[in-house]
């Protein structure tokens, strides 16, 4: 069995177990090690298998909490949410991000720039081995949100990955992505923006992220299926790095 098959299998066993133990919405369910403890197999899928349920809405992850149950057992957890599509999720991170990147330059301590290398490390690991959850890239995002010393924007952010997670469109485009040269290029476009961070340039920062978040927006352009009637790609075209 392939490993993108083992982890749809525990996601579906997981489900019944949260049936079997009588969980309700907005309890804390078992943890990542106990699941892998129940079903004998690697935390690396059993991550995977918690990211889709995440990703469907049926459980919410909360760093430094736990796992929570978001819908009842046999809710169709797909369609609690209204979807935003990844490319009007794209445009607003363009908008967003390269503006707190730019404000990142200007307040950035050398500890954040210790972290986000780190971050980058991690990055670097996960693409080589194919393991984990790329819990680097969301990482190096939200410390570049944190050195800007505000937590509005830090929160602002975090709720953009949130949103993310919780996509059944970014899902979708998501199993598409099997080439990892797409992330060694974006793991690229991360060094191209600490090194603006370190030299403290704002307006070298603010390019580089939208620069970023530009060749993500043409890579999923390219994966995705223009004819699908939820694609909107001609909908949210990106900003000019001016307006970013």
Known sequence: MTAR??????????????????????DRILTERQIAEVFDVPRSVVREAVMMLEIEGFVEVRKGSGIYLLVEPGARSGDLRDDIGPFELLQARQVLESAIAEQ??????????????????????????????????????????????????????????????????????????????????????HQAILTALQQKDPAAARQAMWQHLENVRTTLFDLSNAEDPDFDGYLFTSVSASQG
């Open 5 to 26: 098959r083992r982890y749809r299998e525990i996601a579906d066993r997981l489900r019944a177990e949260i049936v079997a133990r009588g969980y309700r919405p907005g």
């Open 104 to 189: 990142a330059a200007r307040t950035i301590t050398k500890p954040y720039i210790v972290k986000m290398r780190e971050a980058l490390m991690l990055e670097a690991r996960e693409i080589e081995t194919g393991e984990g959850d790329f819990s680097g890239d969301r990482l190096f995002h939200q410390l570049i949100a944190e050195a800007t010393q505000n937590s509005a924007l830090a929160d602002v952010v975090d709720e953009l990955w949130r949103k993310r997670a919780r996509s059944p469109m970014w899902a979708q485009l998501h199993e598409r992505i099997f080439d990892v040269s797409y992330r060694r290029r974006w793991l690229g476009d």
